[in-house]
């Protein structure tokens, strides 16, 4: 499944007593697994669709949730970029 290349949010629809500490750590994982420059949005968005109905009060459904609530704004400035040409806020 390209949405979830290692199964972790698969498996941690199946850890019971799972924790909400414990689906974040997860879904930090599979966010790192995903290729790089992948836009993780569409991806969560398949996930909430395929799990989120079934699991609405499961923590990592509510997890997959607030990923979709905390899109970040711009891109990556760190490095030389970051230094030389600062953001105006």
């Known amino acids: 499944m390209p949405h979830d290349p290692k199964g972790l949010v698969r498996e ?3 850890i019971e007593g799972i924790t909400g500490g414990e689906c974040r750590s997860i879904f930090l994982d599979w966010a790192l697994s995903l290729p790089l420059g992948a836009d993780t949005y569409p991806l969560i968005e398949t996930l909430l669709a395929q799990y989120g109905e079934a699991y609405p009060d499961h ?3 509510l997890t997959l949730r607030e ?3 905390k899109k ?3 891109g990556r400035r760190g490095g030389r970029a970051a230094r ?6």
């Open 12 to 14: 941690s629809y199946r």
């Open 59 to 61: 923590p990592m459904t």
């Open 67 to 69: 990923g979709l609530a």
């Open 72 to 74: 970040p704004s711009g």
């Open 84 to 89: 030389v040409n600062p953001p105006n806020d």
